[in-house]
């Protein structure tokens, strides 16, 4: 036992719901906002089940890149940065992912 | 950022007084109303009543500034649609800028034109979309066509400059490392278009930021990102993935492709431009607006916060899943 029922992903759907309740009585630039809400909790929810990106110096690639230094191994860093770019992507919105990286949704199972 | 004065809640008592220094203290505000989805200004319609006779205006104040801030000063702002609109090209008609002697601003007041802006309205019935795109075409046409010499004033900014150091150089101000927006600017260093002739450019020419009404094209809006440099970079915005609202094979803005774009700047009188040229600018494009979806993460943290800024911030990711979809030629 952990923290007290209801868990985390329960606590963000109940938010969630609530949203959803009350969007339709919002004016317009609200029921917009609220809209964006949703967006966000839902990047809350899958990054609690997918749990955090693995750690990497990426103000070190950034610089290298600017530099040139990668342009020797092109291929790779593009692959590595691509790989990462889709699993942030798989936090924020999967179903942006074209199907080639979509099938890798179906890997976070929650407990 | 650095916050702006405060602004009225009640802008009206504002608003009033600097009209009436203006046209007169004859002339009645009415009918104000502060539009919801502003974006990055405040924007407010009201009537103007003199002698009988009333006509609808738009105000546009900035309500954010400081070093990080890439968009041309309202001042600035004003000066170009002066010029764009004595030369006949359809822009709001500017009438009068905010100054010290006013309690609004910076910003301007300008004409207000009916018409439609909405994307996934323009979007929806495609009916008109040729004619739509010939006169956008055209119009981008005449507005490259004006002479360089009567913008001179736009010469001091980083994007007058080359426009990969610029953006470099406002990546640079976000202060947060994006690999992926730096492999799309190595791309662009090492596969450079030929020089082209030096034109104003509008800067941020895209669907959303033009307003069509019942003779089509009726105002080019949002010139806070004008330059001087390539006329390619306007049509490769247009083209970008993200202004394409879905239509994803109708690459120029969602009302045509790429080729029909390049061909009826063309038959408007306009250079011949390469589908390559226009790719170049639109992976600029993606680079510069996920760059600007950092920027306004940065804004939120900072402090002018709101939901849609902190999701700006995290989308930045799918702009960057696009650009390096193109670059590896799966996406076009």
Redesign the interface.
Known sequence: MRDYRPDTADLLATVSDFLDRIGPDL???DR??AL??Q??LG?VRREIEQGPLPDED??A??RA??R?A??AEWDA??AR??A???A??E???PD???P?HAVRTSRSSPG | MAALPATPSDPLPALAAAVQRRFGSGAVVSNLVQA??GGSNRTLLFDVTQRGTARRYVSREETFSGPTNPFLPPDIQFRIMERVHRAGIPVPEPVFAYDAGDALGPGFVTAFVEGETMPRRLLEDTANHPAILGQLAETLVRLHALDPADFAFLETMPESGDPVAAL?HRLDLIDE????L??G??WLE?HRPPPAPRSLVHGDFRTGNFMIGRQGLAALLDWECSLLGSGGADLGWLCTRSWRFGRLDRHAGGFGTRDALIAAYRAAGGRAVDADEVRWWERHGLVRWGMYNALQALGHVNGRR???Y??CG??T??I??DL??T??G??D
């Not at chain 2, 490392?177 to 992926?180: G, I, L, R, T």
């Open positions: 004016p317009s630039g917009y906002q964006v809400c967006h966000l990047m990426e103000p690639l950034a890149i600017r040139g990668c342009d860093v593009f940065v691509l990462r770019t889709v942030r992507v936090r924020v919105k942006h992912l074209s080639e | 919801t989805l470099a490392p994006h690999p992926a730096e492999l600017l190595r090492r709101s939901p849609a902190a999701a995290r989308n990711a799918m960057e899943y390096l979809m670059l590896a799966t996406y």
